[in-house]
Structures are given as structure tokens and as C-alpha cells.
């Protein structure tokens, strides 16, 4: 998916600007693979465990949220696995979208094998955005309310109601909750999906690293992969092997 040059943050959009006007110093960073020099907006360097959609970095003297980065191609999706595969073109190709499965070499890797699916989250993605789609994915499972804002952009957006644009993201969530249990059932055995439900909306409030696993496994599995589920899994293991 690519996203127009009006759509980055204002920040972004100025860096992007400035780097456009040297193509010479793309090539020359592109050669070099400067781009994996990515900071944090303060100049420090990334924590790549505290990468959220919305955390704002630096790369090659642009800032701007991790989200845009990834859609303005500056970064891969895998920097939310922990790592990222670096790749910076000419400023001709700087939009164009991100290869297929580019983030999904890990060998730790559980596809998501339903393409109707993924076509759903996309489809919400290319309207609400990666974090908003998230967080949105994040309140049903949680069994909040949908927020008016996002349903009336999906429904403007798509020309359905507000309750077809909630139904289609209610169907989205159940199926990946069918999904997730695949997997638990295929690579976490003896783990109850409802129990470890029930643990996640307890924890997520109480511990700022699980609420952070939980963001990533979101992440991971509206992106096709539920292998980022699995320090999330690994991390209600370890809390009922201690109490």
C-alpha cells in the first residue's frame, strides 16, 4: 500500500521535501545503507522492543512516526519484529508499495492462510491507517465500543451504513480470533484462547510490557503474520509458572 506525499505528518512531509531535492545523497545512502541508522526523534539510539506504530524515529534526517516511515518506505514492516531489513530507492521509487511477504522471513513466521481476511484488513487499513486500524482491532476484542469517527470514515469511505462498516470489522476480528486459536492449537498446545483472553485484558492495564506484546501480536496478525504472537504467549506462560 502507498500513501500520497499529503498524507505524512507535517514533519515528514518538510524532510521528505528536502531529500527529494538531492537525489544524489539518496543514491549515495541507498549504496551505503545509511539507513540503518535509525535514532529515536531525541537522536538516541532505537529500542526496537518499544516500537510502536505511532513512536516517532529518525532515518537519514527525516522524523516522523513509525507508521509513515513504513508507508513512505523508509523502513520495512519486520522493525516491529525487533529488526528491520533497510532498503532506501531513488526518490522516484520512494512511494511505490512494499514487496509481498518482505517481512515475513522469520522461520518463527505463522501466516494467517485467509486471504479474505487479509483483503478486509487491508481495505480498513487503506482508510483508518496501521494504528488506528490496531487500536480499532484492540477495542472490539476488548468488547468496547467502536468510536463514531472511525465507523463514519469507513462508511463515507466505502458508501455502507455505520453498522455494515462495524460488521465487517466485528467479522474481521472473529476471524482472526479463529485464527489465533489455529495457531495456539498448532504451536502453543494446551492453552486455553478464552483464559489467555482473559489474562491479556487483565495485564494489558497492570503491565506496559504485555500492553506493548499485545500492540505487537495486533499488529502482527492485521499484517498476515501471528508469529508475533508469540512472546505475548510466552510471557502468560511465564506469569503462571511464578504465581
Known sequence: MSIHY????????????????????LEEANNEYAVTDIKT???????????????????????GQVDHMIEAGLVSKSIYAGNFEDYLEDADAMFEPEEADEA????????????????????????????????????????????????NDLSESYGVSPERAQKEI??????????????????????????????????VNKDAKVKQLYQQAVTGALNGDLGYSSELVDAYKQFYRLF
Request: charged share 20%; aromatic share 6%.
Open 41 to 63: 526523534a531525541q537522536g538516541k539510539p532505537v529500542q526496537f522492543e518499544d516500537i510502536q506504530p505511532d513512536t516517532l524515529i529518525t532515518v537519514n534526517g527525516i522524523t
Open 170 to 203: 466485528e467479522q474481521l476480528t472473529d476471524n482472526l480470533m479463529d485464527s489465533f486459536e489455529d495457531y495456539l492449537q498448532e504451536q502453543h498446545r494446551g492453552i486455553d484462547v478464552n483464559h489467555l483472553s482473559d489474562w491479556v485484558a487483565y495485564a
Open 104 to 151: 515475513y522471513d522469520s522461520p518463527d513466521a505463522y501466516l494467517i492462510d485467509d486471504a479474505e481476511t487479509m483483503n478486509t484488513a487491508a481495505q480498513i487499513e487503506d482508510v483508518l491507517g496501521s494504528s488506528v486500524t490496531s487500536s480499532v482491532v484492540s477495542d472490539v476484542l476488548a468488547g468496547n465500543t467502536l468510536s463514531v469517527e472511525a465507523l
Open 6 to 25: 499529503d498524507e505524512l505528518c507535517p514533519i515528514t512531509q518538510q524532510q521528505v521535501a528536502q531529500l527529494l531535492e538531492h537525489e544524489e545523497h
